[in-house]
């Protein structure tokens, strides 16, 4: 299995596996860093690996909430909704995302902006 890895200011983002029904990856979020704030229009469920993450679930009615990932946990996101990942720690935080459903657009739009 080749994976891809697209190395930005944040981090990582590295792809594993993607077709029309399920898209699997890994995020390495640089000590002090976060990425922008996104959504998915499918459930996306995330694995803490290494370190710890900080996770802002947006939610229209009662604003920003943060989660913390500790090594071994997981959290579902639901469809839409916005978040961001953060690492608010000193050493790499790495989250292993499983998405269910079609981010294949999404996808490609990370491999172009990665050619730039």
Not at 25 to 43: D, Q, S
Request: aromatic share 8%; net charge negative; hydrophobic share 35%.
């Amino acid at each position: 299995m080749n994976f891809e890895t697209y190395k930005i200011n944040e981090g990582k983002i590295i792809i594993a596996y993607s077709d029309e029904n399920i898209s699997i990856g890994y995020l390495e979020v640089n000590p002090g860093m976060e990425f922008k704030k996104h959504n998915r229009p499918c459930p996306e469920t995330l694995y803490q690996i290494k370190g710890t993450a900080t996770m802002v679930l947006f939610d229209e009615n009662d604003g920003p909430k943060e989660v913390v990932l500790n090594e071994g946990d997981e959290i579902e996101i639901p469809p839409k909704q916005f978040h961001i990942h953060a690492n608010r720690g000193s050493k790499p935080a790495v989250t292993m995302w499983k998405a269910k459903g079609n981010i294949i657009d999404i996808l490609n739009a990370i491999r172009e902006s990665s050619k730039k």
